[in-house]
């Protein structure tokens, strides 16, 4: 329930965040807390309202910002995806985003990127799909980008060009000008044949991960 009292324990794993980084809010008064007795203890709707409120703070400062590729994606959530299958595909990419500390819960993640894509293709042509979701249990927004070793022909195109470029953003449900800027720069930077070409010759997910972030 929402009006449960919580310990610093559970507002730490609530976060993704160490017990001594809420003892330290609590104790500047930089998070809403009341101690009973020598125990600090938090009201959950305090806590999800304070989280609330500074998404949306960081999402308008955001809006005019650049987006750049270390803010958003890791080496670790570039991979080469060997499915065949477009659901396959994107749930191997969507665990591997779920990964990120951003990420709650990673099987609710997997779950609506999937009926997102039942409700709409997310494939924009030339080859490129950016599969996106906004979730109440992702903090800040990333990324994750698969390269198809075998280009996925069961996603609906626009130019009947089969996908084998797959960039996924997952954000919170206060970031909706970022997360639409995201997925604006990304479909303008993947224009680039010769960026496009680069990465599915990659020869590793590193390098393809270098290459996103060149010049940047």
Not at 164 to 191: C, D, E, G, R
Request: charged residues 25%.
């Amino acid at each position: 329930m929402e009006n449960d009292i919580i310990t610093i324990e559970e507002v730490a794993q609530y976060l993704r965040v160490s017990e001594r980084t809420v003892y330290d809010w609590a104790q500047k008064g930089e998070i809403p807390a009341g101690k009973i007795g020598t125990a600090w203890r938090f009201k959950k709707s305090d806590i999800i309202n304070w989280v609330n409120e500074r998404l949306s703070a960081n999402d308008a400062k955001r809006k005019n910002e650049d987006i750049t590729i270390k803010n958003i994606l890791t080496p670790e959530r570039v991979l080469f995806i060997q499915e065949t299958q477009k659901r396959e595909a994107l749930r191997t990419l969507a665990k591997a985003l779920a990964s990120a500390p951003q990420v709650k819960k990673s099987d609710e993640l997997v779950t609506e990127i999937l009926k997102r894509e039942d409700l709409m293709s997310t494939a924009v042509g030339r080859g490129i799909a950016l599969p996106h979701v906004r979730l109440s249990s992702v903090c800040d927004l990333v990324c994750a980008v698969g390269i198809c070793k075998t280009p996925l022909t069961d996603f609906q195109t626009i130019d009947d060009v089969p996908v084998n470029l797959l960039v996924m953003i997952a954000a919170s449900y206060n970031q909706h000008s970022y997360y639409l800027k995201t997925i604006a720069y990304f479909s303008a930077k993947l224009k680039d044949t010769a960026l496009r070409t680069s990465l599915l010759n990659a020869a590793s997910p590193l390098d393809a991960y270098n290459l996103l972030q060149k010049d940047e």
